[in-house]
């Protein structure tokens, strides 16, 4: 089992639609969670960090986090062609000086 | 001000030379990293250091070798290249460790080409 999945896509959404991305891990402990996005030939950047369960939202983002069920999500609400990359979801496991990344959702927001 | 940043961005070079790729942060984190990311996209650690100290090697080939003169740089020097090293290294820093470790942040990203 892989320590954190992701379906690879490519997801694609219609311009202002809500595009839902998925991410589960496989450590039970860990407690810090990350999505970042990354276009293509440019570095990866934060969008949003989740430490508790529950919701956490910023302007169009939400992330969402289920701990019992390992799980966390990203909402993009009104997504917008500028949100068309790949998203990467990134998990610290307990005590550990590594974050480990999923493979990747690519997301196309069609116009 | 940028705040991690490698060079060089582009690095084309023979196999079996030797080359070398710099990293400096200025956030004043204790944890920096190197990741490389293949032509499938996927972001697989190497190395991670705590406050110069080697903490993660995730059986890199010893071609690979970090080195941490502080805390602010982490260097990746590559002996004996090989065509499969091509790839883009990715030097990032984050700050705190194990359960509540803040975000990393990542610099730019250096293409290596082995030709």
């Known amino acids: 089992q892989k320590e954190v999945e992701q379906n690879s896509g490519p997801l694609s959404v219609p311009e202002g639609a809500i595009a839902s991305l998925n991410c589960t891990y496989s450590?039970?402990?860990?407690?810090?969670f990350f999505w970042y996005r990354q276009y293509s030939g440019k570095s990866p950047e934060l969008i949003m960090f989740?430490?508790?369960?529950g919701d956490k939202e910023d302007g169009r983002f939400t992330a969402q986090l289920n701990k019992a069920s390992q799980y966390v999500s990203l909402l993009i609400r009104d997504s917008q062609p500028s949100d068309s990359a790949t998203y990467l979801c990134?998990?610290?496991?307990?005590?550990?000086?590594?974050?480990?990344f999923g493979s990747g959702t690519r997301l196309l927001v069609r116009p | 001000d940028t705040a991690v940043s490698q060079t060089p961005k582009y690095l084309v070079t023979q196999m079996g030379n030797d080359k070398s790729i710099k990293c400096e942060q200025n956030?004043?984190?204790?944890?920096m990293y190197w990741y490389k990311q293949d032509s499938k996209k996927f972001l697989k650690i190497m190395f991670s250091?705590?406050?110069?100290?080697?903490?993660i090697n995730e059986t890199v080939p010893n071609r690979f070798s970090p080195k941490s003169p502080d805390k602010a740089h982490l260097n990746l020097h590559i002996n004996s290249l090989e065509l499969g090293d091509s790839a883009v290294y990715f030097c990032?820093?984050?700050?705190?460790?194990?359960?509540?470790?803040?975000?990393?942040?990542f610099g730019q990203g250096t293409r290596l080409t082995v030709v």
């Open positions: 990032a820093s984050s700050q705190g460790q194990g359960n509540m470790n803040t975000e990393a942040f």
């Open positions: 450590d039970r402990g860990s407690q810090s």
């Open positions: 989740i430490y508790s369960n």
């Open positions: 990134a998990v610290f496991p307990p005590s550990s000086y590594k974050l480990i």
């Open positions: 956030l004043g984190h204790d944890t």
């Open positions: 250091y705590n406050n110069k100290e080697l903490i």
